[in-house]
């Protein structure tokens, strides 16, 4: 198992209530792929983006810290690209 960081650029126009919902799918994506994640929080909230992704000027940041193993990671990140409601990922292995 080794520790990872992600970095979601969330939609800025969501609900409380989908945000919740949506992060906790974020964190179930990784308990799916026999992942643990370590912590997770919103980094910043509505930060406005250098360019537009998707036609969102602003983005909400959210910060995961997880544990997996290498092999699983491919089928993490293809499952945070189906969620419409993230628009970008980055996904950095901790030392």
Do not use: C
């Amino acid at each position: 198992m080794r520790k990872y960081e992600a970095m979601f650029i969330i939609k800025p126009d969501l609900s409380e209530d989908e945000k919740k919902t949506l992060f906790n799918q974020i964190n179930d994506a990784v308990a799916k792929n026999n992942g643990n994640v370590s912590g997770g929080s919103i980094w910043s909230e509505k930060r406005k983006l250098y360019f537009p992704i998707k036609r969102y000027r602003e983005g909400i940041y959210y910060l995961l810290n997880f544990t997996a193993m290498p092999t699983s990671l491919t089928d993490i990140n293809h499952a945070y690209k189906l969620n419409e409601n993230i628009l970008r990922i980055l996904i950095t292995k901790l030392e």
